[in-house]
């Protein structure tokens, strides 16, 4: 069965460190993934996305995040954590089809001064 | 301007009550969903609509009956309310596929049901 998986409920790191979401994904054809970022009381906001070409995508914010078929893997990075990236961080992967997106359990990231 | 809007923002009702939450996304987008998100976060979907058909129902009780008049709106009514209907819905849209194509996100309906 399709699933994403983010082993990380929350993590905490300080203002101007580097940062590192994982996700794993299952799904036996080629994946679409996708980063979002979830803002208290907002809605998702779409960070960056990959299905097919270079593995390490960037996107908005200075997020950048590399694709690893043989780990199953689209683990997302951030060479310097700001105060306003504190939010909730959602990978997700779109289904042959193309009407369906399945979203990780989310990384909730803290960002302490 | 608001590219997908929700109303209401928060809704707090009692259990078997009938409620709707509205959508409208003024993007010009062919595809709009509904999404659930739980109290731990976990966002699952549970309708996509294309052009106004249906085209995923992700096994959601029938209690819950989506409608679109147009492409731009996606409305959600909900009979006979439960508790465990409490959660954040979310209405999205995109171009189409969503394999491809971004999808953006409302703000949200927090519905509490007591």
């Known amino acids: 069965a399709q699933s994403v998986t983010q082993p990380d409920i929350h993590i905490t790191v300080s203002e101007g460190a580097s940062l590192e979401l994982r996700c794993n994904y299952s799904?036996?054809?080629?994946?679409?993934l996708f980063w979002y970022v979830q803002s208290p009381g907002q809605g998702l906001q779409l960070l960056l996305k990959?299905?097919?070409?270079?593995?390490l995508v960037q996107g908005i914010k200075g997020f950048e995040a590399e694709f690893k078929r043989s780990q199953s893997s689209f683990n997302l990075r951030k060479p310097s954590v700001h105060w306003s990236d504190a939010a909730e961080y959602f990978c997700?992967?779109?289904?042959?089809?193309?009407?369906?997106?399945?979203f990780g359990a989310g990384t909730r990231l803290f960002v302490k001064a | 301007d608001t590219a997908v809007s929700q109303t209401p923002k928060y809704l707090v009702t009692q259990m078997g009550n009938d409620k709707s939450i509205k959508c409208e996304q003024n993007l010009g987008h062919d595809t709009m969903y509904w999404y659930k998100q739980d109290s731990k976060k976990f966002l699952k979907i549970m309708f996509s609509?294309?052009?106004?058909?249906?085209?995923i129902n992700e096994t959601v009780p029938n209690r819950f009956s989506p409608k679109s008049p147009d492409k731009a709106h996606l409305n959600l009514h909900i009979n006979s309310l439960e508790l465990g209907d409490s959660a954040v819905y979310f209405c999205?849209?995109?171009?189409?596929?969503?394999?491809?194509?971004?999808?953006?996100f409302g703000p949200g309906t927090r519905l509490t049901v007591l």
């Open positions: 990959y299905f097919s070409g270079d593995t």
């Open positions: 799904y036996g054809a080629t994946p679409y």
């Open positions: 609509y294309n052009n106004k058909e249906l085209i």
């Open positions: 999205a849209s995109s171009h189409g596929d969503t394999r491809t194509d971004t999808q953006y």
């Open positions: 997700a992967v779109a289904l042959t089809g193309g009407f369906k997106t399945i």
